[in-house]
Each structure stands twice: as C-alpha cells, then as structure tokens.
C-alpha cells in the first residue's frame, strides 16, 4: 500500500517537485519493463478514447440519431458497406457513427460520476476520520453494507430512483452518473478515512494544534494534503468501472434513448436479439468499444497500483528490502486498526476496498 | 484494485504477525466464540441498512402501483387499488408494516403476476445457484493454477501474457463475452445451444420428477437418463464460461499478488536457504497461506458474481432471478424488483457471514 516515496519518508518533495511529480507522471518514470509497456499501453488506449469523444461530431460520418441521408434512409440491419463500414442497427442507425459518439457519451458519465464521488466520499471520509464519534461509526457501518452489496443492484435502484428508466440526454447521463457515484462514494470514504485516522496521529498534527490552528485549517492543509496519495489509483479505476457500470446499465435498458444520445450498453442490449440470426456487426463494435475503454484504464490504474506496491513493484536496480520494509511497518497498525473495532478488518479486507 | 489482497497479507498477516505468529496463537485478542458472535450479530444492521435504503428510495419515486399501471387504468381504480394496497397511508406505517412483514419472512406480492416473493425465489433461484456453481467452478479452475503459474514465472513473458489476460478477462463486460461466445460457438459453429437453461424435451422430462429441486443438473441425474444430463450440461457450458471467466480473472491476479507476496516473505528465504527445492516452496511455503486472503476476498466476490449473474442470465435467458428482476424491470414492477434486491441483499449478507465463519476457523489471527 504504502507508496513509492511518501513525501515524508525521502526529502524528494523539496527539490524534485515539478511536473515530475504529477501522479501518472512520475509513475511512468518510475517503471521498468513490463509495468511501463502496460502502463503506456493504457494511457495510448485512454488517450485515443479521449480524443474520439472530443472530435466525435468530426470524425463520425452521420450523427448518431441519424437515419437517412440524401441518398434516403440507410435500412435497417445492413450488413457493413463502404457507406456505412460497420453496418446499420436494428433501429437503422449507422453503427460506426454510433459507436464513435457512445465515446462522448460515456466520458460525460465517467467524469461526472468520479468528480462527484471523488468530492462526496473525500469531505465524508476527511470530516468523520477526522472528528471520530458515533457519527463516524454510523458511516462506516453503512458504508460497509453499501460496499458489500452488488453494485448493479444499487444502480439500478438509483436509475429507477432518479429517472425512472428512460430519459433525455443529461437527465440519462445524471441519472446513470448519480446511480454510479453512489456505488463509489464508500470506496473514497474508507480510503481516506483510513489515511486520516492514522494521519491524524501524526506530531505535525499535534503540533498544528498547539499552535492553534482550527479544525478546518488542519483538516484541509494538514491531513488532506497527506492523505491522497492513493486517490488516482481509485479514480481510474473508478472511471474504468463507470463505463462499464453505465454499459450494464443500458444493456438493462436504463440507458439514454436512442434518439436522445449514443450509448454502448443500451446498443448491445437492443443487439442481443440480432445474434440469435447471425448478425455479428450490431454488437461487436459497441462491444469491443466498451472493452477496449475499459480495458485501457485498468491497465493504467493497475499500473499505478503496482507501482504503489513495493512487493509487486519491479526495481530498476536491485534495490533490497529495508526502505520497502520500513514503508510497510508504517501502515498496518494504523490502516488496520481504522475502523471501530477493525470493522475493516472483520471484513477481512484493510482500507483498499475497491478491490474487485 | 490488488489492494485488499496487498493489506490482507501486507497489511494483516506480512510484517509482524508472521514472525510472532506462535505467539499470538493463544489469548491475542477474543476468542473464536466472541468473533463468530459479534460477526453473527453485524448481519443484523447490514441487512436493516440495505433494507431501510431501498425501501426509501424506491417509495421516493411515488407509489409502485402507479409506476406499473399509471396511464393504463382510470384514475378513480388506480386510487382504489392503491388504497386496497395501503400506499395512502403515510410513508412511515408503509415502512413499520413493511419491515415487519420482513421480519416474518414476507417479502411481498409481485403487481404484474401476483406471487409471492418467497415463490419467486424457490422458482428462479435454484437456477441462479447453479449458475453460480459453474462460474465457481470454472474460477477456480481456470483463475488459481493460472495465477500461480504466473506467479511462479513473474516478469518473464508468460506472466506478461496472464496479466493482460486476467485484465481482459473482468475488464470485458460480462454481456459482451457472453454474446462473442454466442457468435462463435453457438451461432456460427452451432456446437452449444443459443440460450436455457435445457432444450423443451428435456425441460418436459424434467418436470415429470416427483420433487424436482430445481438444480437441472441435480434433477437430471436423478432423472438418470444421458441424453437429458447431457443437454443439460452442454446449456450451462456457454454461461458458465461467460460469468466463469469474470470471476476467474479476479481470481488469477488474486493468487498472483498473494503468492508474490509470500514468496517474498523471511521464512520463505528462511527454507529456500536451508536448501528447500524450489518447487516445493512454491507449493508448500508460499501458495498456501496465500489462500487464506483469497478465501476471505471470495466472499466480496459473491456480490461481484451476483452483478454478473443478472447480466449472464440475461444474456442466456438463463431463467434465474436475475432473468426474472430484467423482466419485472421490464414490467415496471417494483415491488418485486424491490423484494428480490432485498432477498439478494440478505443472500450476501449471509454470504459474507459463512465465508467470515470458515476464514476464522483456517486462520487464528482473524478475530476481535
């Protein structure tokens, strides 16, 4: 868990700062082999998603509601043509154009489900581990059934709470993006919390507090500051398990209408009759889309992981154990003796809890 | 995503709990009762949580009777039925009597097809189970040789080649490979049958059993003829696989972590010093202990299996709860897509608790 150089372990922090010390980046200078070819793998992968949803209206050839052009209405179910390179849908959508907006539509959803998690889950997480109490029992308790519960389940609770299935544009993109947050708000809770609870212990803190400096001073320029080392693993991971999350979602039929935006999940959904019969280009390319995103970052959050591990952590040199042993012994008794009781630990699991 | 297996035994079991293990071995902490009892008891808020978040939450919407039959019926028969139905009444009887009827065991009544929920679990769940019976069966398979093997080979091109693989495999939305599975073997070279759970004949001659236990594959052997276990077995190959390979790619980095982990531990160099083969301290020294985390992180993967498993079965019309919650979602019916969250939700609680139960009773250091 503990990272590579925790900026008060080395005195790296005060004459290497600099873009080098930007999370991915200096992950990326940091590994070797293997570990660097996965990790730039998946920033190429999530580069190139990046740039689809950006240039979408650009790159795809009719728009994604679109249905005939000058020439008169594509028809549907057509196998791939030079008009139409991956074929039309069942609906008689052109799929290359569908599949290129879908990128748009589900970097909406990642961004705005992550942000809003990342802010609720981090002020719940530094506010409770912070002021302790029943309150902050009380949080841990729900936030532990929230996170033992299938997620799909509780999105789909969440979509029928907020849109009640089907809906237009941004009222599909919050519905599917708020069913989302929900599932991570307790991920960022317990990791920060658990950073905080041992951070809060630390002398500077104390010192902090001598001097007399207030609860919101310390909480934001004191403890927060320390304990977010291991948020841009969750947040891609997070973003990861958002697209597939609203994939799942629309392939339940919770998606976005598809006069109202392009979406993979809810495409494969309406697609699933069409294999039955043999038609193999309604549903690959959406799907190969959803798993190449996917797939791009999670390389890059498992990279970042393993780079935060120094057991799995390959070393430039042969570098031995003392400075890993010494990073470890920092954490155990403070992540695991977290939770009330080590709720955390009862689950058999310490603060990494969006492990999957 | 490692993490939780990095703390189980980076955090838990690596730096100072090996070493003092003997030590610690009697009166660290409770005992074994006291564990079990408080673990026991903890099933209870989790449950009451979950129960009081859904419930409020689907009622936030209004009530399930307008939901499912609003536009559909005059106004005047709609405010009859909800009344008949007690949905006037205020929010917090609705959640009294609710809650109560829970206590008793009554999930409620679907709207659309009027049967219980309890009915609805005996029917459907049976086929949910043994679905994820094989998916198990195909994790472990597949997911902890593999793991090992990637382990025991770290950094050179087979471990390469299974990570990227493990990544793929849970990375994949289960839907989607469920359906490329479907393309290739069940459509384009015909091997496997599309979609079931049996072909009709086979369902026909089931149901002649006397007490069918609603596990086809149990149900057909006691049948005890081939050709049904036969059919039987060639449906659940295509499901089995799709949701198999999402559990087993968690799995594979699972064991991975876990036995790098370990291998890197002091007593581990301790027997490689003292001229252990290489082989046997990959088996004897570093994979077991390494299991103890993967049995505790299995039951996380209950929740996880269960996600997947609604998706799967509707990819494979596989008639499971999941299959069934499509279709009340489908029908707009809440108050039975509320009783089978809620009926799963209890499902993973007691998941948890048993995997909890059986982690405590391998490893002594897991208690209070």
Known sequence: ?356 | MSTTTTELTGGGAAPEAAPTQATRRRGGGGGLGTYLLIRFLLIIPTIFILVTTVFFLMRSTGDPITAALGGRLPASQLAERIHSAGYDRPLIAQYFSYVGHLAQGDFGTTLSDRRPLSNVLTTFGGATLELAFYALLVAFLVGIPLGRLAAYLRDRWPDAVLRVVAILWYATPVFFVGLLLKLVFAVNLGWLPVAGRASTGAEIQLSTLPHPTGLYLIDAIKLGDPEVIRDVLQHAVLPGITLGLLTAGVFLRLVRTNVIGTLGMGYVEAARSRGVPERRLLKKHAYRPALIPIITVIGLQIALLLSGAVLTETTFEWKGLGFQLNQYLQARDYVAVQGIVVLLAVIVAVTNFIVDVIAALIDPRVRY
């Open chain 1, 1 to 356: 868990m503990a990272t590579a150089a925790p900026p008060t372990a080395t005195p790296a922090g005060t004459h290497r700062r600099g873009w080098r010390e930007f999370p991915v980046v200096r992950q990326l200078h940091q590994s070797v082999g293997l570990q660097r070819g996965m990790l730039v793998a998946g920033l190429v992968i999530s580069t190139i998603f990046l740039l689809t949803a950006i240039f979408a209206p650009l790159l795809a050839p009719y728009g994604f509601n679109q249905l005939r052009d000058a020439s008169g209405a594509f028809g549907a179910q057509q196998p791939p043509s030079s008009a139409h390179p991956f074929g039309t849908t069942v609906g008689g959508y052109d799929v290359l154009s569908r599949v290129i907006w879908g990128s748009r539509t589900a970097l909406y959803v990642m961004v705005i489900a992550v942000t809003l998690a990342l802010f609720v889950g981090v002020l719940l997480g530094l506010v409770s581990g912070y002021f302790g109490g029943w309150a902050d029992r009380v949080l841990v308790v729900i936030c532990d059934a929230i996170y033992a519960f299938p997620s799909l389940l509780l999105a789909i609770v969440m979509a029928i709470v907020i849109s009640g299935g089907q809906s237009s544009l941004w009222g599909g993109i919050f519905a599917a993006a708020i069913s989302i947050t929900v599932i991570y708000v307790p991920q960022y809770f317990r990791v920060v919390r658990a950073e905080v609870v041992r951070i809060k212990a630390e002398a500077f803190v104390e010192s902090a507090k001598v001097i007399g400096a207030g609860h919101w001073r310390i909480m934001t320029r004191h403890v927060f500051r320390n304990s977010t080392r291991t948020l841009p693993l969750i947040v891609t991971l997070n973003a990861s398990e958002a697209v597939s999350t609203l994939a799942a979602l629309g392939f339940l039929g919770f998606g976005i209408e598809a006069t109202a935006a392009a979406e993979w999940g809810f495409d494969l959904g309406k697609s699933l009759p069409d294999v039955t019969s043999g038609i193999w280009w309604t549903s690959l390319w959406p799907g190969l889309a959803i798993a190449l995103v996917v797939l791009g970052l999670t390389l890059v959050g498992e990279s970042l992981n393993d780079l935060a591990d120094p057991r799995l952590r390959t070393r430039r040199r042969g570098a031995e154990a003392p400075p890993d042993a010494v990073d470890v012994s920092v954490v155990p008794g403070g992540t695991l003796g977290g939770g009330p009781g080590g709720l955390a630990g009862l689950e058999g699991s310490g603060e990494g809890e969006w492990s999957r």
